[in-house]
């Protein structure tokens, strides 16, 4: 069974930076094809990036720029770095995960996912 747990969620004001982690477990780390989402209450969960089990990433245009996903396959980490923040960017912040391979690692084939880490911030 696999399980996704976040953290590194918190408040801070308006132009600071806040790294988001993930782990993940229940199978060979390095299989995992992994990625961030948010949702703000009321509207639809929103991807953010992706990284398959290479190390390459994809993300969503509106997101590039001010977040950078990266992993630690030694601490089975993923992190969301996020520089600038902004009042709209607080939401609730996802990790999901799947184990797949490269090829069907996409934004929309993560199944397993974790409890959330909520970010505020505060202008």
């Known amino acids: 069974q696999v399980q996704v747990v976040e953290s590194g969620g918190g408040s801070v004001q308006a132009g600071g930076s806040l790294r988001l982690s993930c782990t993940a477990s229940g199978h060979t780390y390095s299989t995992f094809c992994m990625g961030w989402f948010r949702q703000i209450p009321g509207k639809e969960r929103e991807w953010i990036a992706i990284?398959?089990?290479?190390?390459?990433?994809k993300y969503a245009d509106s997101m590039k720029g001010r977040f950078t996903i990266s992993r630690d396959d030694a601490q089975k980490t993923l992190y969301l770095q996020m520089n600038n923040l902004k009042p709209e960017d607080t939401a609730k912040y996802y990790c999901?995960?799947?184990?797949?391979?490269?090829?069907?690692?996409?934004?929309?084939?993560?199944?397993?996912w974790g409890q959330g880490t909520q970010v505020a911030v505060s202008s």
């Open positions: 990284m398959d089990s290479y190390g390459k990433t």
């Open positions: 999901g995960a799947e184990v797949s391979w490269p090829t069907d690692c996409f934004s929309g084939s993560l199944n397993y």
